[in-house]
T-cell receptor, first 114, second 113 residues
Framework: DGGITQSPKYLFRKEGQNVTLSCEQNLNHDAMYWYRQDPGQGLRLIYYSQIVNDFQKGDIAEGYSVSREKKESFPLTVTSAQKNPTAFYLC?????????????FGSGTRLTVV | AQKVTQAQTEISVVEKEDVTLDCVYETRDTTYYLFWYKQPPSGELVFLIRRNSFDEQNEISGRYSWNFQKSTSSFNFTITASQVVDSAVYFCALGQGTYKYIFGTGTRLKVLA
């Protein structure tokens, strides 16, 4: 079955470390997205990519980086510059370049700073 | 400015009760889309419905129904005869011709047996 796979499900980061969250989709979707979810704040967009080798900053991109070298993959790196990285991270994809058809979401990665 | 408000942070009901989740949105555009997603404890968001701004017909899907009213900028979601499996966080979202949604803060629904 097609879908989005996020790994790992749980991730622990020490202060000052960079960590990379994986997101892979086999839906042949053009666009991919990273959202951050904090309690009581809903979802906020970090980065999005409409096509391979191109990506755009979302509302809260500071302290994060992404790459889109393959259509299927959109990894997110949480750098040491992100001062409050503990959150639930959701990856999503969509069938075309607009938002009219909705997203398919992965099951998320919960990142905790220890 | 675009905004989605889900004023109900948490709702608890007893199984078989009906429950309505409220969603109020703000936008100046005439063309936009509204969505509802369900987030079960497993974490992923599950798409429930999409409605475009030109289609104000209410929709029913099994025990779920949606009431879209442009006059009040609302897109409310009703679950009839709730079940324990309906327990989840429900998000309303607004999109309008861009590549991102504006999400509400979510409503946590607890259905008690």
């Amino acid at each position: 079955d097609g879908g989005i796979t996020q790994s790992p499900k749980y991730l622990f980061r020490k202060e000052g470390q960079n960590v990379t969250l994986s997101c892979e989709q086999n839906l042949n979707h053009d666009a991919m997205y990273w959202y951050r979810q904090d309690p009581g704040q809903g979802l906020r967009l970090i980065y999005y990519s409409q096509i391979v080798n191109d990506f755009q900053k979302g509302d809260i991109a500071e302290g994060y980086s992404v790459s889109r070298e393959k259509k299927e993959s959109f990894p997110l790196t949480v750098t040491s510059a992100q001062k409050n990285p503990t959150a639930f991270y959701l990856c999503a994809s969509s069938i075309n370049r607009g938002i009219s058809y909705g997203y398919t979401f992965g099951s998320g990665t919960r990142l905790t700073v220890v | 400015a675009q905004k989605v408000t889900q004023a109900q942070t948490e709702i608890s009901v007893v199984e078989k009760e009906d429950v309505t989740l409220d969603c109020v949105y703000e936008t100046r555009d005439t063309t936009y889309y509204l969505f509802w997603y369900k987030q079960p404890p497993s974490g992923e968001l599950v798409f429930l419905i999409r409605r475009n701004s030109f289609d104000e017909q209410n929709e029913i899907s099994g025990r779920y129904s949606w009431n879209f009213q442009k006059s009040t900028s609302s897109f409310n979601f009703t679950i009839t005869a709730s079940q324990v499996v309906d327990s989840a966080v429900y998000f309303c979202a607004l999109g309008q011709g861009t590549y991102k949604y504006i999400f509400g803060t979510g409503t946590r629904l607890k259905v008690l047996a």
